[in-house]
């Protein structure tokens, strides 16, 4: 089984900053695509950004140039830096793997729990 752990969520004025890290665990033999998403109230779960293997960044348009997203493959970790908050993006965000657990197996998606950002104005 694969486990993700996410961190890093919180309470912060506009215009402030966070740093939110997911760690995957368990049965791992390789790991692919990482994303973030987040879902606010009464709205649907949306892609905020992805990276892959080989470190290729997309972002949503809503938050180029605030949001930085990169990984450690050694610590098998993602992070999401996030710059210049604003109380829009108050949301529970998630954490989102593609992860093979042996040799020939397909690649499984895998969620963490989510973790709360609240951007306060």
């Known amino acids: 089984q694969v486990q993700l752990v996410e961190s890093g969520g919180g309470l912060v004025q506009a215009g402030g900053s966070l740093r939110l890290s997911c760690v995957v665990s368990g049965s791992i033999f390789n790991i692919g695509v990482m994303a973030w998403y987040r879902q606010a109230p009464g709205k649907q779960r949306e892609l905020v950004a992805t990276?892959?293997?080989?470190?290729?960044?997309t972002y949503a348009d809503s938050v180029k140039g605030r949001f930085t997203i990169s990984r450690d493959n050694a610590k098998k970790a993602q992070y999401l830096q996030m710059d210049k908050l604003k109380p829009e993006v108050t949301a529970v965000y998630y954490c989102?793997?593609?992860?093979?657990?042996?040799?020939?197996?397909?690649?499984?998606?895998?969620w963490g729990q989510g973790t709360q950002v609240t951007v306060s104005s």
């Open positions: 989102n793997v593609y992860v093979k657990e042996c040799w020939g197996s397909t690649w499984q998606i895998n």
């Open positions: 990276i892959t293997s080989t470190e290729s960044k």
